[in-house]
């Protein structure tokens, strides 16, 4: 079909030859730079340009979903009669509450660093396009102002996308810990579903529940927080640059509407 089959154009309207490029634009096209590679066109042409980028934490956070929810189940004390102590265990299904609501916007964070989705406000929260941006941006600010050379402008907006191994590990030990859990419920004599499970192992699974939510909290605040900045940065440029190369309209407004601060600032070096 290609690109052109997918314009639907039916062929029945007369143009009397308007349809026709003259040589001249047909030789200029010819010499325009090919930037289309076939896999470029065939995906065009069969509308299946989409599907580029993935989420790298998908195993995990998935993974943990499964085992935080199963967890805050078995947490539940009007269901489960815990034996040892069933104020840990209201405290163990709040943490992995806790655990979810942290899951779910971290996976949402990712998603947008990633590619996945975009952001619902590029101004708060960054996703790919809007982080590479105002990265790029401030990459070259930095690199006139303080003489940076690092890649930190940009990659500082993506350290959520770094955690891999952490997230592996987390994934790994709450996996144990519902395994703990799981494996201590049982039926008492009455038939009532009981825990058997040890206040301190419950205190382990509370911790390192815990642990989960902050640090996947911690790595989400910490690139928002970077993107902001970043974002407050380029924004304060775009206002500075306004004063480069005056012209004499504006130099003559100013000396009527500029405060003492930019008169001062634009005689200074």
Same mark, same amino acid.
């Given at each position: 079909? /290609?690109?052109?089959?997918?314009?639907?154009?039916?062929?029945?309207?007369?143009?009397?030859?308007?349809?026709?490029?003259?040589?001249?634009?047909?030789?200029?096209?010819?010499?325009?730079?090919?930037?289309?590679?076939?896999?470029?066109?065939?995906?065009?042409?069969?509308?299946?340009?989409? /599907?580029?980028?993935?989420?790298?934490?998908?195993?995990?956070?998935?993974?943990?979903?499964?085992?935080?929810?199963?967890?805050?189940?078995?947490?539940?004390?009007?269901?489960?009669?815990?034996?040892?102590?069933?104020?840990?265990?209201?405290?163990?299904?709040?943490?992995?509450?806790?655990?979810?609501?942290?899951?779910?916007?971290?996976?949402?964070?990712?998603?947008?660093?990633?590619?996945?989705?975009?952001?619902?406000?590029?101004?708060?929260?960054?996703?790919?396009?809007?982080?590479?941006?105002?990265?790029?941006?401030?990459?070259?600010?930095?690199?006139?102002?303080?003489?940076?050379?690092?890649?930190?402008?940009?990659?500082?907006?993506?350290?959520?996308?770094?955690? /891999?191994?952490?997230?592996?590990?987390?994934?790994?030990?709450?996996?144990?810990?519902?395994?703990?859990?799981?494996?201590?419920?049982?039926?008492?004599?009455?038939?009532?579903?009981?825990?058997?499970?040890?206040?301190?192992?419950?205190?382990?699974?509370?911790?390192?529940?815990?642990?989960?939510?902050?640090?996947?909290?911690?790595?989400?605040?910490?690139?928002?927080?970077?993107?902001?900045?970043?974002?407050?940065?380029?924004?304060?440029?775009?206002?500075?640059?306004?004063?480069?190369?005056?012209?004499?309209?504006?130099?003559?407004?100013?000396?009527?509407?500029?405060?003492?601060?930019?008169?001062?600032?634009?005689?200074?070096?």
């Amino acid at each position: 079909m /290609g690109i052109f089959g997918r314009l639907g154009y039916s062929g029945n309207t007369q143009f009397n030859g308007a349809d026709q490029l003259t040589p001249g634009v047909i030789n200029l096209l010819s010499n325009q730079p090919q930037n289309l590679k076939q896999w470029q066109i065939n995906d065009i042409a069969n509308t299946t340009a989409t /599907g580029y980028y993935q989420n790298p934490h998908n195993n995990s956070l998935g993974a943990l979903a499964v085992f935080v929810t199963g967890i805050l189940a078995y947490s539940n004390t009007t269901t489960y009669n815990y034996n040892v102590n069933s104020s840990s265990a209201n405290t163990m299904g709040l943490a992995a509450s806790n655990v979810q609501s942290a899951l779910t916007s971290f996976t949402t964070h990712t998603n947008n660093l990633s590619g996945v989705t975009n952001s619902t406000d590029i101004s708060l929260y960054p996703d790919l396009n809007s982080a590479l941006s105002i990265g790029r941006q401030v990459l070259n600010i930095t690199y006139q102002s303080d003489g940076i050379q690092n890649n930190i402008p940009i990659i500082g907006n993506f350290t959520s996308l770094y955690i /891999g191994n952490t997230l592996t590990a987390f994934a790994n030990t709450i996996a144990n810990d519902f395994i703990v859990l799981s494996n201590s419920i049982g039926t008492d004599m009455s038939g009532n579903l009981t825990s058997n499970i040890s206040n301190s192992a419950m205190n382990t699974i509370t911790t390192d529940l815990n642990n989960l939510q902050t640090t996947l909290n911690n790595s989400k605040n910490a690139d928002i927080s970077f993107y902001q900045n970043a974002y407050g940065i380029v924004k304060d440029y775009t206002t500075t640059s306004a004063f480069n190369n005056l012209g004499s309209t504006q130099n003559n407004l100013i000396s009527l509407i500029g405060t003492t601060k930019l008169k001062t600032d634009l005689v200074s070096p």
